[in-house]
T-cell receptor, first 110, second 114 residues
Framework: KQEVTQIPAALSVPEGENLVLNCSFTDSAIYNLQWFRQDPGKGLTSLLLIQSSQREQTSGRLNASLDKSSGRSTLYIAASQPGDSATYLCAVNTGNQFYFGTGTSLTVIP | DGGITQSPKYLFRKEGQNVTLSCEQNLNHDAMYWYRQDPGQGLRLIYYSQIVNDFQKGDIAEGYSVSREKKESFPLTVTSAQKNPTAFYLC?????????????FGQGTRLTVV
């Protein structure tokens, strides 16, 4: 069964710092990988989707990479802002299901 | 606006009661999902449906039931058989599987047993 792990579970950084969130998965047979943002008490908002054949995707200050063969993805956030504070989750699509990591809780300190 | 609407946002259940959580989407998606989220845990799949009048159990289906009578709607009933129902419930939808299949989520329903 696919297992998705996110490290670290929590991260606190000063405003303006660049940071990297990590996601690993055990089965490389995936269609794509998505990164989400979740604010407290809210649903998940999709940030980026990387197809299995792609190496990276960019949206504004966010850049996500995918190394399918090694089962790893990273989300790079440039010039972090207090508004980036949230929980970030990754999910892999294996066909008829999505498998989610437990998330990284990010706090950006002004 | 296209999206997924979950209602209610907050729900309180007495012991022994069944309650139904609503999920409606206007994205014309074939697939719909219900997840449960507990503190410190990832999302766990309860049920999913890829076509009207058909649905499949996920990892934690015991104590829950669903129906898919319309493409737009996928209500979840939390029955009295679910021993620990207090959690945050999330509904999602997507197109059928492909490299561009993307999951979209509602805003969630927080269920509390009183």
């Amino acid at each position: 069964k696919q297992e998705v792990t996110q490290i670290p579970a929590a991260l606190s950084v000063p405003e303006g710092e660049n940071l990297v969130l990590n996601c690993s998965f055990t089965d490389s047979a995936i269609y794509n990988l998505q990164w989400f943002r979740q604010d407290p008490g809210k649903g998940l908002t999709s940030l980026l989707l990387i197809q299995s054949s792609q190496r990276e995707q960019t949206s504004g200050r966010l850049n996500a990479s995918l190394d399918k063969s090694s089962g790893r993805s990273t989300l790079y956030i440039a010039a972090s802002q207090p508004g980036d504070s949230a929980t970030y989750l990754c999910a892999v699509n294996t066909g008829n299901q999505f498998y989610f990591g437990t998330g990284t809780s990010l706090t950006v300190i002004p | 606006d296209g999206g997924i609407t979950q209602s209610p946002k907050y729900l309180f259940r007495k012991e022994g009661q069944n309650v139904t959580l609503s999920c409606e989407q206007n994205l014309n998606h074939d697939a719909m999902y219900w997840y449960r989220q507990d503190p410190g845990q990832g999302l766990r799949l309860i049920y999913y449906s890829q076509i009207v009048n058909d649905f499949q159990k996920g990892d934690i289906a015991e104590g829950y039931s669903v129906s898919r009578e319309k493409k737009e709607s996928f209500p979840l009933t939390v029955t009295s058989a679910q021993k620990n129902p207090t959690a945050f419930y999330l509904c999602a939808s997507s197109t059928l599987t492909g490299i561009n299949t993307e999951a979209f989520f509602g805003q969630g329903t927080r269920l509390t047993v009183v």
